[in-house]
Structures are given as structure tokens and as C-alpha cells.
């Protein structure tokens, strides 16, 4: 298929319907609003519905109704909006309903600003939500990679009935990039015929969709199985790319844009003959622990850089576990990190290593 | 012999963790009733509340969601879009539906969703344990207002049929009551109409149905009926107050 210019938002629905996504709802915030309004236009043409719900907490509430019929339904929002639509995704979780979320990342707390930002790490990867439960949360750094995303994000929701987040910052929404469609690796999907509420037909037991367990035996069982999940999705779905590692003295740690500026850095400095590499986790949720665990005996410090006061870089520590110095360079508020200052922080901390 | 009886196939055998004397059961029984009698138990969605009914989804035989607190008509928003030839209805109480699930009912009957609501009004937080509801009437007491509601400081009760029936999408509106047998048939009438509103793609359909709670009004069950019938009737009137024709 060619490759088409498109803008990132609209690119997220495009990718959607590829996928088989039919039902969307959502409510108005900047700056993610190209997509809700290219699904109200798309959907009805591909047998689809698109509801403009009332809140984020209705639009989120009409997802884990439309997901336990058992079809392929997204909402997106961006930080404030995927703040009330926390409810709602526990239940969805609890429940294992497959969905998928879009969070278009603008900079907080509160109502914060419009302009990109990383500071909703903590809400995707913990949840904002009650209860021990977990998304699939991917992260994607470019057009290319966002559709890819967004069509596998699907197949995944479906295969461990497990809400997906996809997680851009402002910057990857309003871009242009040229794309293709392509089609994502398949896998065996179960069939959802064992509990979508499509009505009995009167010839099955009714089929229930629920988070409420009374009993407390019966609600750590349901917890051991959610848990037994999520450690699958742990072992199978833990992404990353990594870059230059070879011979590097330091490696950076960033997702999304942040890691795009990290590499014009890398690059840079590479022309001044110093190496440096990067971890680029695809997958916030399962983060690519082993990534960080096999880094090469080179490596002797790690800087994690994001568009937030800092909070990726608590998994990077986990993940590292003392093994070496870790580091911090940040903006935040809708502020980019420049090549030039991620290159000063690096060269400080060279100058403190040797 | 010749059968005279039986329970209606819309209800499970489960038995009910309702207090003794509540009128949630006869609610039950009556939407369960409708559903049989309209031959659309094989393709109904009901969607269960927060509250007393929250265990509503093991009583109707039929597909259930159990929605988060005032949630329901958005959940069922969600499943009636999906699925627009089923039956969907939600089961609300006073505080999900007329407190925290303001916005949800409004914008349900504001979009004209074509599903169903029974609006369980007993004037009191249950499940929880008394407290006051927007529904509570005025000297009503409740164990956040133990003196009795002031208007005051809590404003008058709200009357949602009233409300709901400002709205154009809202096209059936009926309040009934289940206090004796003549308004518990009448109160089958309204809700199988209101269903079959939803069944001709009218729009969106509710029967606001007063009930009792002895447990925390702290009268006795045959009590609270003459109670709900001196009291709640009076500000709260039964009748319907839009239908299909009006809309």
C-alpha cells in the first residue's frame, strides 16, 4: 500500500478502522480533538457508531458497555480527560473487557497547559484507577509506529480481554508524517461467544459482566488470575528498540518524542567520537526491564530523559538496580528538550565519570 | 392438576438479599413480568446499579452489566449502540440515578437513547445505611440529617420525572407506585409501556417507581406503605407526564 501524508490524530482513526474498531466515544479536549472528530465522520461510512458522550466519564462508562457486546470500541482523551475516565478503566479492567484508550499526553497537574508532555507515565503505567490491575500501555515515537500500534493494539486488547492505552504526547497528535497501513502480525484471537452480552436467544445461561466479588476468597482468586495475566503479558509483551550501544559510556533512557531529540544528540556527539546509546521502551507497560539488565560493561551511567519532572526514571532504577549511576534530565509544562541540552547534561556527567 | 401459578422465567431461582418488606422484589417481579410477556427475555441487556439492586444482575435472567455508581445509562449507551436490536435497560435507585448519576440520565433522555429506566425512588440511601438522598422529603430524617431534611440546608427534594420530562428525547415519562395491589398493576401497565416504547424506537423510556424501606425509614414494612402513600405521594404524584403522542 502507499504511503499517505497524514496528521497524527487523524492517523489514530484511520489506523482504528483498519483494525475493525466500530464505536467510539468520546467528549472534547485539546489537543486530541482531530481524532474524535475524524471518527464522526469515518465511522458512519464504515457501519460504525460515533457518540459524542457527555463527559469523559460517560464516554469511557458507553466503552465498557459496547466492549461487553463483545465489539471493537476506542475512546481517546488527553491527561485531565484520562484523569476522570480512571474509574471507568478499573472497572473495564476488573471486568476484562478489550478496549482501547488513546491518551494524548498535555502537560498537568490540574488543568495544567495544551502542549506535549510525559507527564501521565505514572497514570498509565500505576493507573489512576483503584485496585491492582494493569494496562498494556505502548508508546509509540512516530507516525509509522503509532499506526502499527494502534492496529495491534486491537488484537492485543482481544487476546488478554485486557483494556490497551496508547500513549502519545501532544507533539505525535498534531505532527505530519507519511504512513503506511500495513497489517499487524496475527495471532489466535479467543472467541468472545463464552460471555458478550448479546441476549440469551433464550438457549444459554445469562452471561454476566462484572467487577463486584463480595466474597473475599472469591476476590483474590479473581486477583491470582488477573495476576497470572499480567505476568503473560509480562514475559510476551515487553518492547523496545535499542540504539548505538556498542561501546557506549552512557546510556539514555526515553520514550515517545523525547526520544527522537535524544537521538539527534546521540548522533551528534558520535561526531566527536563519544558514544552514547539509547533504550527506547515501545511498551511503558510491560517496561523492557531485560533492556536495561543487559546494557554492555561499558556503560558506566544512565540518564533518563523525558518531557516530565521525572518518572520514567523510576522503572529505569528498578530495572537497573543499582547496577550503575542513574541520572535525570527533564522539561516539563509543554517545554521540548533540546539536543544541545541533553548533550550539555551528558558531557557533565562524562566530565564527573572520568 | 391444573397449573394456576407460576414465577416468571425472568427471574433466577437465586433468593434475594433484599430486607423484609422492600418493594424491590415486586419491581422485580414486574419487569421481569413485562419482559416475559413481550417475548423479549432471549434479547434483553439489562444494566444493574450501585445501591441496594446492585446484585440485580444474579435476579434477571437475562445478559446483565453491572455499571459503576450513576453510571448505568451511560454503560447502557454503550451496549444499545452496539447492539440496537436488543432490549437494554438500566435498574436505578434514588442515589445512583438522582445523585451521582445526574448527568448520565439527563444525557440519556437528552439523546433520545432508545433504551428503558426503572427508577427505584424510596427517598433514602439503602445499601449504605440511611443517609439522606436528593429524593429525601423535607423533615424525612436520615442518618445525615438526623433532625429531618431542611430546605435550608439541603434544598427541596428532586423531582426527577418532572425534570426528565423537559426533555424532548424523553418520550415516555410515568411515576407509580407499588404500595397496593391497584398500583401494582397499574405499574405493570407503565412499564410495558415504557419498554414498548423502546421497542418501536420511540426514544428514551422511564417509570419512576415509589418504593418503601422499612430498614432505614425504621417503620414496619406494612407501615411504610400507608407511609409512602401519606407522604410521597403528595410531592411526589403519580401519573404519567409524557408519552410517545406528546413527543
Same mark, same amino acid.
Given at each position: ?183 499487524? !502480525?496475527?495471532?489466535? *484471537?479467543?472467541? /468472545? ?5 448479546? $441476549?440469551?436467544? =433464550?438457549?444459554?445461561? +445469562? ?108 522503572? !529505569?532504577?528498578?530495572? *537497573?538496580?543499582? /547496577? ?5 534530565? $527533564?522539561?516539563? =509544562?509543554?517545554?521540548? +528538550? ?17 | ?247
Amino acid at each position: 500500500m502507499a504511503k499517505v501524508l497524514m496528521k497524527g490524530n487523524e492517523a489514530i482513526g484511520a489506523a482504528a478502522i483498519q483494525a475493525g474498531c466500530k464505536y467510539f466515544f468520546g467528549y472534547p479536549i485539546t489537543p486530541q480533538n482531530e481524532l474524535p472528530e475524524y471518527m464522526s465522520k469515518e465511522l458512519p461510512k464504515n457501519d460504525g457508531v460515533f457518540v459524542q458522550a457527555e463527559s469523559e466519564v460517560a464516554a469511557i462508562n458507553m466503552v465498557y458497555g459496547a466492549a461487553g457486546c463483545g465489539v471493537r470500541v476506542m475512546t481517546s482523551s488527553s491527561s485531565p480527560g484520562i484523569a476522570l475516565k480512571q474509574e471507568g478503566i478499573t472497572y473495564i479492567a476488573g471486568a476484562e473487557l478489550p478496549c482501547v484508550i488513546v491518551n494524548i499526553v498535555r502537560g498537568g497537574p490540574g488543568l495544567g497547559g495544551i502542549q506535549p508532555a510525559q507527564s501521565d507515565y505514572f497514570q498509565s503505567t500505576r493507573g489512576g484507577g483503584n485496585g491492582d490491575y494493569k494496562l498494556l500501555v505502548l508508546a509509540p515515537a512516530n507516525l509509522q509506529e503509532m499506526v502499527d500500534m494502534v492496529q495491534e493494539a486491537f488484537d492485543m486488547a482481544d487476546y488478554y480481554r485486557n483494556p490497551v492505552m496508547v500513549v502519545g504526547d501532544g507533539m505525535i497528535g498534531q505532527m505530519m508524517e507519511p504512513i503506511e497501513f500495513r497489517t499487524p !502480525v496475527k495471532r489466535e *484471537l479467543p472467541s /468472545k461467544e463464552g460471555w458478550a452480552t448479546t $441476549g440469551t436467544k =433464550g438457549n444459554r445461561k +445469562p452471561h454476566i459482566i462484572n467487577s463486584l466479588f463480595l466474597d473475599p476468597q472469591g476476590l483474590e482468586d479473581h486477583n491470582i488470575r488477573l495476576q497470572k495475566k499480567y505476568k503473560t503479558m509480562k514475559e510476551n509483551e515487553a518492547r523496545y528498540e535499542a540504539y548505538n550501544m556498542e561501546n557506549a559510556e552512557i546510556v539514555l533512557a526515553a520514550y515517545g518524542t523525547t526520544s527522537r531529540i535524544c537521538k539527534n544528540a546521540i548522533d551528534k556527539l558520535k561526531e566527536e567520537g563519544i558514544n552514547i546509546g539509547l533504550i527506547r521502551p515501545q511498551t511503558l507497560w510491560p517496561f523492557p526491564e531485560k533492556a536495561f539488565q543487559e546494557i554492555p560493561e561499558t556503560v558506566k551511567a544512565a540518564l533518563t530523559v523525558e518531557m516530565s519532572e521525572g518518572q520514567m526514571i523510576d522503572d !529505569v532504577r528498578l530495572a *537497573l538496580n543499582g /547496577k550503575i549511576p542513574t541520572e535525570f534530565y $527533564g522539561r516539563s =509544562g509543554g517545554m521540548i +528538550p533540546t539536543p544541545d541540552a541533553i548533550i550539555d547534561k551528558i558531557k557533565e556527567m562524562l566530565g564527573g565519570l572520568k | 392438576m391444573a397449573i394456576v401459578f407460576e414465577k416468571t422465567k425472568g427471574l433466577t431461582d437465586k433468593e434475594t438479599h433484599y430486607c423484609p418488606g422492600c418493594t424491590h422484589g415486586i419491581i422485580h417481579r414486574l419487569v421481569a413480568e413485562v419482559l416475559e410477556e413481550l417475548d423479549v427475555l432471549g434479547n434483553a441487556i439489562g444494566v444493574a446499579p450501585v445501591g441496594c439492586s446492585v446484585l440485580a444482575y444474579d435476579y434477571f435472567n437475562v445478559d446483565m452489566h453491572e455499571a459503576s455508581h450513576g453510571r448505568a445509562p451511560a454503560v447502557a449507551t454503550g451496549i444499545k449502540r452496539a447492539m440496537p436490536n436488543n432490549v437494554v435497560f438500566t435498574y436505578q435507585g434514588d442515589g445512583d440515578l438522582a445523585s451521582i448519576g445526574t448527568a448520565e440520565i439527563v444525557h440519556v433522555a437528552h439523546r433520545g437513547e432508545k433504551i428503558t429506566t426503572i427508577f427505584v425512588n424510596n427517598a433514602i440511601y439503602g445499601m449504605t445505611g440511611g443517609q439522606m438522598a436528593p429524593t429525601t422529603l423535607i423533615g424525612q430524617k436520615a442518618t445525615t440529617c438526623q433532625d429531618g431534611r431542611s430546605k435550608a440546608h439541603s434544598g427541596m427534594p428532586l423531582r426527577v420525572s418532572e425534570m426528565l420530562a423537559t426533555i424532548d428525547g424523553a418520550a415516555f415519562v410515568e411515576r407509580v407506585s407499588v404500595h397496593n395491589p391497584v398500583e401494582i398493576r397499574k405499574a405493570k401497565k407503565a412499564i410495558k409501556k415504557a419498554f414498548e416504547c423502546q421497542i418501536k424506537g420511540e426514544g428514551f423510556s422511564i417509570v419512576e417507581v415509589l418504593s418503601t424501606c422499612p430498614t432505614n425509614w425504621g417503620i414496619a414494612p406494612t407501615e411504610s406503605l400507608k407511609w409512602l402513600e401519606a407522604n410521597m405521594i403528595p410531592y411526589y404524584p403519580l401519573g404519567n407526564f409524557r408519552t410517545p403522542e406528546e413527543a
